[in-house]
């Protein structure tokens, strides 16, 4: 008999209303729209404007339309983990907040921080108490407000994000679908070049860092970019040769979705076509933990079931890894 494995088996999403463009970006600092597009290919990103609204309520959204969609009731949910590095706190954990507000009483949650790799690695963590037989309904959410931590006077990184959220449902299945394998990895040098400066134990919160204002993303581009090619590559790459999975066997990838330049060198190194990536960046940005869940939902009609499907993630950290899993079920919509 076929091992048991976690599948996906539904999916949610939750965008803000608000759609900031290049125009408007263009109004706040000295930037264009033909930058933009050329260096990263965002055209706009969704930004949640509602006073008093957070990471939990996007993801609390993404949830309840998951639960409606798969016809699950909130109490069979027995574990939720929320990838975020956008909590609305440092604490209590965002994904008690959001098991709290969509009625999952019968979850224990918590959060994990792995910023753009945050969803492959909650996933990957998810899997295991589904593989091991202990659970039956797992969710996993990537939820980020990046607004709440972009400084809208930096040219060199306000364009980059957006903010969204979106939640999967993985199930056992002794059926040859599911999640296979992943490869992950973390090397804490990356530090130096992608992070927010103040705010934690190292640095509390003073008028000082804030006035200096260090309590936004701060990054090395040209480092990160360097380093997010070459190890997002090299990880699907890896993923790829070890299950024999050669171009033509591969459905789809989903890819982080950092920078439009990024995806084609990683689609490249893969020996894949456009036509096998799932690619949404010029809509939303990056929106961190929530990038892949949102391809697989953009996506999710022409995802059919055994799909070959490669995911893969590289941020801040820093944090990389790839997922192999075939694809679960068809949609009928
Ligand atoms: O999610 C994972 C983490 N993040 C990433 O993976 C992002 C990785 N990095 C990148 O995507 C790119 O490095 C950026 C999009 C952030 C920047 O693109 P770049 O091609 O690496 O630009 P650069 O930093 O080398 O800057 C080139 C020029 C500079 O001008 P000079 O010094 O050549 O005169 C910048 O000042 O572009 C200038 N520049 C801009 N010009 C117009 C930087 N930002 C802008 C802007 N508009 N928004």
Known sequence: MQETRAAITGIGAYLPSYRLTNEEISTMVDTTD?????RIGIKERRI???KGKATSDMGTEAVKQLLEKTNTRPDEIELLICATITPDRPFPATANIISRKARLTNAWSYDISAACSGFVF?????????ECGQYKKVIVVGADMMSAITDYTDRSTCPLFGDGASAVLLEPTTEDVGIID???HTDGKGRHYLHVKAGGSKMPTTPETLQQRMQYVHQDGQTVFKYAVSRMADVAVDIMKKHDITPDKLAWLVPHQANMRIIDAVARRMKISREQVMINIENYGNTTAATIPLCLYDYENQLK???NVILAAFGAGFTWGSMYLKWAYDTNK
């Open 305 to 307: 079931k055994g799909d």
């Open 34 to 38: 033909e930058w933009i597009m050329q």
């Open 122 to 130: 909650a996933l990957t963590t998810a899997a295991k108490f589904i």
């Open 48 to 50: 949640l404007k509602e």
């Open 182 to 184: 992943h490869m992950n």
